[in-house]
């Protein structure tokens, strides 16, 4: 099972240049998500989806723009790059089970913004 | 706003020591609580959950974590470390409003042979 599977890997982009980074899932969870790992700051939410058509913004939205037009699909993509969004992104899909919600992590993306 | 707080950003264990990591948390309601790892250049693997009901909780590879309600900890453990255990670690708790975790810092964790 391929799980949640983002691309690229790895990308450079240049300040004011802009990009989508795609995520796709294939266990047809309802929920999906979009962090950030920064050193020392753990894993900060982005931007989140309950559902096909439905987004929301997490806790450090500004700068990115997502959409969710399938179950398995949410791109997440940044308008104009800054070198403060240089990061490692991390997609994630969930569910709920017992009460909680139980989430599977993408292997992430590892952009650069010089 | 719920937040999470790991205390220790490394600790050193020697192989075959055991290993507790510390997690604060603080939330308004009864928190679900979870602990993943991340080996190098990976994503994050859940490694166990809190819910409800026995407050000792059980993982994969070995770990345990224990809930201690008046403490607002959720502290993760494991008697003997393997090499393989170097990682870093993260504690999270879910939202109210589910499906979105706050994250620690993350402990990262060096194995000595």
């Known amino acids: 099972n391929a799980g949640v599977t983002q691309t690229p890997k790895f990308q450079v982009l240049k300040t004011g240049q802009s990009m989508t980074l795609q995520c796709a899932q294939d266990m047809n969870h309802e929920y999906m998500s979009w962090y950030r790992q920064d050193p020392g700051m753990g894993l900060r939410l982005i931007h989140y989806?309950?559902?096909?058509?439905?987004?929301d913004q997490g806790e450090v939205p500004n700068g990115y723009n997502v959409s969710r037009s399938t179950t398995e699909d949410f791109p997440l993509r940044l308008l104009s790059a800054a070198p403060s969004q240089t990061s490692v992104y991390f997609c994630?899909?969930?569910?709920?089970?017992?009460?909680?919600?139980?989430?599977?992590f993408g292997q992430g993306t590892r952009l650069t913004v010089v | 706003a719920q937040s999470v707080t790991q205390p220790d950003i490394h600790i050193t264990v020697s192989e075959g020591a055991s290993l507790e990591l510390r997690c604060n948390y603080s939330?308004?309601?009864?928190?679900?609580l979870f602990w993943y790892v991340q080996s190098p250049g990976q994503g994050l693997q859940l490694l166990l959950k809190y819910f409800s009901g026995d407050t000792l909780v059980q993982g994969i590879k070995g770990f345990e974590a224990e809930f201690k309600r008046s403490q607002s900890s959720f502290n993760l453990r494991k008697p003997s470390v393997h090499w393989s255990d170097a990682a870093e670690y993260f504690c999270?708790?879910?939202?109210?409003?589910?499906?979105?975790?706050?994250f620690g810092g993350g402990t990262r964790v060096l194995v000595k042979p």
């Open positions: 989806s309950v559902g096909a058509g439905i987004t």
């Open positions: 999270a708790v879910e939202g109210a409003a589910g499906n979105k975790l706050t």
């Open positions: 994630a899909s969930s569910f709920t089970a017992g009460g909680g919600t139980e989430a599977f």
């Open positions: 939330y308004g309601a009864t928190p679900y």
